[in-house]
């Protein structure tokens, strides 16, 4: 019998905060001072609400490239910040 070295699969983070914690771990930033969850039929969005949109940059960059819709209407330093993905 052969053996093989086999990476299992991770599945998804759950939440914006488990994909910005580490080890599966939640991290809620300080930035995101006001959250919200609406869940529908196959998709869960979280709004963010920010007075300090310039600290949240980096956090909403990191969500992009771990497969987040990353949407942010902002006014000046404040924002609302919209985070789903399809379930």
Excluded: F
């Excluded at 019998?1 to 580490?22: D, F, K, V």
């Excluded at 006001?34 to 949240?56: F, I, K, M, P």
């Excluded at 902002?74 to 985070?83: D, K, N, P, T, V």
Aim: zero cysteines; a positive charge.
């Amino acid at each position: 019998m052969h053996t093989q070295n086999i990476t299992p699969i991770r599945p998804a983070p759950r939440t914006p905060y488990h994909s910005l914690g580490e080890d599966a771990k939640m991290r809620i930033p300080e930035w995101a001072q006001h959250r919200s969850v609406y869940r529908s039929a196959g998709r869960t969005l979280y709004v963010v609400e920010t007075d300090t949109l310039a600290d949240a940059r980096r956090d909403l960059a990191r969500l992009d490239s771990a497969g987040w819709n990353v949407a942010v209407q902002s006014e000046g330093a404040s924002a609302r910040i919209a985070l789903s993905r399809a379930a």
